[in-house]
């Protein structure tokens, strides 16, 4: 019985996350998370960053300041506020 439960469990928690991806991705905007840190260091970004810019999303975990370097410059100070 215990098993069972756990195992109806994990399936509904991989459903979640499978319909929690797929709405991430299908939403016609970014969406992204990053850390407080000096960098704001991406945790996580969708594919349609990728789609707009044509920076591999990849690029992004491996250079954590990326980010600031594609905003247009007259945004940067705006994009910086609080940092």
């Known amino acids: 019985m215990r098993e069972m439960k756990r195992k109806n469990l994990g399936e509904t928690l991989k459903e979640k996350i499978e319909r929690y991806e797929n709405l991430l991705e299908n939403i ?3 969406v992204y998370s990053s850390l407080p840190d000096e960098n704001s260091t991406t945790i996580f970004i969708s594919k349609k960053w990728e789609d707009w810019t ?3 999303i990849e690029n992004y975990f491996e250079d954590p ?3 600031i370097k594609t905003v247009h410059p007259s945004d940067k100070d705006r994009a910086l ?3």
Do not use: K
């Open 54 to 56: 044509g920076i591999p």
């Open 81 to 83: 506020m609080g940092y």
């Open 65 to 67: 300041g990326l980010w």
């Open 28 to 30: 016609p905007e970014t």
